[in-house]
């Protein structure tokens, strides 16, 4: 058992989460974030070069491109040396395309996606003593329908059957997006295998509520205290826009269409449900508005008093966001910047991210009651 890992995880005292959605090569956003988020924390605490996030954060947890950004900074890796592995994983994994006829059944290779998490984690397992901050992996099993949050909790009542799971073989389940990658088989017990896919096919491509939920309720093994100077729970977005499509358009769409269609719908619809939640359940200085129905939930908290603190980043892709954001060459292409599967514009994305996170991370908006505790 991971007895430092246990200590932390139940030792009394406010405690920090990092939630990161999916959204393919869109990841990139997320690094410009983190960066940003790693250089405040380390000022903040005059802490020196070798700070990593997973000093501050007592949960990584990520969905399909964001579980492997969690798994990195988990296993102790810099914000900038996730990008620079992020940004070469992603050139690769994206440009390898199956042949004609096996693209019937998946588009991409997925031999060069399984290489790459292999050079990035080796054999480093859910139970690895590397990992000294807690960790979810969120993928989806096919064959029950049912999501699955993969912890590195000691005390998790999985735990005994998934801590050898090895944290490659986890990524490539949350990763295989239907489409895109075959399943993974992960073994869950009693010598059975389970068949998992991208972890964006459940309601968790946005997984800041199952983690608070995972850090709060009873059933899994966290147990901590939810409020507002309690528990902090900090997402990080891969790009958003608001539809505005032509409404006759639609009456048009055939079989194909409401394919391609129906899988983003789902998860846009999935992401603003959890920030609804999520702002309900906090005062947050980083709300925006749902609807033009229910505002941006100001003082209105279900329970009469927060829960927790939150903070949520994201991306605007529209053609107002990408003028703010000084990216105006990129807008006659603004549909193929939005794709999850197109590499090239990933350092672009990136370099968005960046600029995006200079301009929305406050360092005030991360309490003082969260604070690492001094060590003079």
Same mark, same amino acid.
Request: hydrophobic share 40%; proline share 6%; aromatic share 10%.
């Given at each position: 058992?991971?007895?430092?890992?246990?200590?932390?995880?139940?030792?009394?005292?406010?405690?920090?989460?990092?939630?990161?959605?999916?959204?393919g090569?869109?990841?990139?956003?997320?690094l410009?974030?983190?960066?940003?988020?790693?250089?405040l924390?380390?000022?903040?605490?005059?802490?020196?070069?070798?700070?990593?996030?997973?000093?501050?954060?007592?949960?990584? &947890?990520?969905?399909?491109?964001?579980?492997?950004i969690? @798994?990195?900074?988990?296993?102790?890796?810099?914000?900038?040396?996730?990008?620079?592995?992020?940004?070469?994983?992603?050139?690769?994994? $994206?440009?390898?395309?199956?042949?004609?006829?096996?693209?019937?059944?998946?588009?991409?290779?997925?031999?060069?996606?399984v290489r790459?998490?292999?050079?990035?984690? !080796?054999?480093?397992t859910?139970?690895?003593?590397?990992l *000294?901050? !807690?960790?979810?992996?969120i993928?989806?099993?096919?064959?029950?329908?049912?999501?699955?949050?993969?912890?590195? /909790?000691?005390? +998790?009542?999985?735990?005994?059957?998934?801590? %050898?799971?090895?944290?490659?073989?986890?990524?490539?389940?949350?990763? @295989?997006?239907?489409?895109?990658?075959?399943?993974?088989?992960?073994?869950?017990?009693?010598?059975?295998?389970g068949?998992?896919?991208? !972890?964006? $096919?459940?309601?968790?491509?946005?997984?800041?509520?199952?983690?608070?939920?995972?850090? *709060?309720?009873? &059933?899994?093994?966290? /147990?901590?205290?939810?409020?507002?100077?309690?528990?902090l729970v900090?997402? #990080?977005?891969?790009?958003?826009?608001?539809?505005?499509?032509?409404p006759?358009?639609?009456?048009?769409? +055939?079989?194909?269409?409401?394919?391609?269609?129906?899988?983003?719908?789902?998860?846009?619809?999935?992401?603003?449900f959890?920030?609804?939640?999520?702002? @309900?359940f906090?005062?947050?200085?980083t709300?925006?508005?749902?609807?033009?129905? =229910?505002g941006?939930? %100001?003082? %209105?908290?279900?329970?009469?008093?927060p829960?927790?603190s939150?903070?949520?980043?994201?991306?605007?892709?529209? /053609?107002?966001?990408?003028?703010?954001? &000084?990216?105006?060459?990129? =807008?006659?292409?603004i549909s193929?910047?939005?794709?999850?599967?197109?590499?090239?514009?990933?350092?672009?994305?990136?370099?968005?991210?960046?600029?995006?996170?200079?301009?929305? #991370?406050e360092? &005030?908006?991360?309490?003082?009651?969260?604070?690492?505790?001094?060590?003079?």
């Amino acid at each position: 058992m991971n007895k430092p890992l246990l200590d932390r995880l139940a030792s009394p005292g406010p405690k920090r989460i990092l939630a990161l959605d999916g959204g393919g090569i869109r990841g990139a956003l997320t690094l410009g974030f983190l960066m940003r988020i790693e250089e405040l924390l380390r000022d903040r605490h005059g802490a020196p070069d070798t700070f990593r996030l997973r000093d501050y954060f007592d949960l990584i &947890g990520g969905t399909s491109t964001g579980a492997i950004i969690a @798994a990195g900074l988990a296993i102790g890796k810099s914000a900038t040396e996730i990008k620079d592995i992020y940004l070469t994983l992603g050139g690769r994994v $994206f440009s390898r395309v199956n042949s004609l006829l096996r693209q019937y059944w998946w588009r991409f290779d997925e031999t060069v996606l399984v290489r790459e998490l292999r050079n990035a984690f !080796g054999d480093e397992t859910l139970g690895s003593d590397q990992l *000294t901050t !807690g960790l979810c992996i969120i993928t989806k099993r096919a064959d029950t329908g049912s999501m699955w949050p993969l912890f590195n /909790h000691p005390r +998790g009542k999985y735990y005994g059957d998934n801590k %050898d799971i090895k944290i490659w073989q986890a990524l490539r389940a949350s990763t @295989a997006a239907p489409t895109f990658f075959r399943p993974q088989d992960l073994p869950i017990g009693n010598n059975q295998l389970g068949a998992f896919v991208d !972890g964006g $096919f459940s309601m968790a491509n946005n997984p800041a509520l199952q983690l608070f939920l995972s850090a *709060t309720l009873k &059933g899994y093994p966290f /147990h901590w205290t939810p409020g507002e100077d309690r528990l902090l729970v900090t997402s #990080i977005g891969t790009g958003i826009w608001h539809r505005d499509d032509d409404p006759p358009a639609y009456q048009s769409y +055939g079989l194909y269409d409401w394919a391609r269609l129906a899988p983003d719908m789902f998860m846009e619809d999935m992401m603003w449900f959890n920030q609804m939640l999520l702002q @309900a359940f906090s005062r947050s200085p980083t709300a925006v508005r749902i609807d033009s129905e =229910i505002g941006a939930l %100001d003082e %209105d908290y279900i329970g009469g008093t927060p829960l927790l603190s939150y903070l949520r980043y994201n991306v605007e892709l529209s /053609h107002k966001g990408l003028r703010e954001l &000084g990216f105006e060459r990129l =807008i006659p292409r603004i549909s193929r910047v939005r794709e999850m599967a197109l590499p090239h514009f990933r350092k672009d994305l990136f370099e968005m991210g960046a600029v995006a996170a200079d301009r929305q #991370i406050e360092a &005030g908006h991360f309490p003082p009651a969260f604070n690492l505790p001094s060590t003079d």
